[in-house]
């Protein structure tokens, strides 16, 4: 669950959420996107977590990566509906990991 | 709970973490950290959520501010016990936010 990221450096986009009441839909969309996010080029991985506040993470190989996704026409459309029914604010962040550290069970 | 950060560049901490069974002693720890952070020069803000995974996000305006943090005593004692007892996995990216957008109640 927690992402096995190469050498930076690589990308992340923070992605912080306020859910509106009722899934409509959400729940579907999002584990779609969620399969769509890993065949794209240049997906390296995703970290996800929910209480109250959503925590996103999904780390990219170039900012290049990052764009196709964000204009991918399926993904379009979830964006779409986010902003509209799913979320009541949000927040995205677009980043450049510089260093990484820790202890994972690959190491 | 949405962190109100300042137009980019500044820098984020993502900490990403599996806890072990119990709470010995993380909880009231956890908190102290919380505002301790809050504290420091150069903070920005902190965003947090748990559903399994853990992620914490916190936001500082240089990798300097990220360091003495880092550096700091208290917090040095709070690694440590995290290394040793809290935490099964952690994955730390140290990470410059190029670009930001999106919708929150202050815009």
């Known amino acids: ?24 839909g959400y729940a579907e969309m999002s584990q779609r996107m969620d399969e769509l996010a890993r065949e794209q080029p240049g997906y390296l991985g995703i ?6 506040l959503g925590i996103t993470v999904s780390y990219w190989d ?22 509209d029914k799913w979320y009541s604010q949000f927040r995205i ?9 820790g202890r994972t069970n690959e190491e």
Chains 1, 2 share one sequence.
């Open 62 to 83: 170039s900012l290049e990566a990052i764009q196709n996704w964000k204009r991918n026409s399926e993904h379009q459309m979830a964006q779409t509906y986010g902003r």
């Open 1 to 24: 669950m927690i992402a096995q990221t190469p050498k930076p450096p690589y990308y992340a986009v923070i992605f912080t959420s306020l859910r509106t009441e009722g899934d409509n």
């Open 47 to 52: 970290e996800s977590a929910r209480s109250g």
């Open 93 to 101: 962040r677009i980043c450049k990991v510089e260093r990484e550290y």
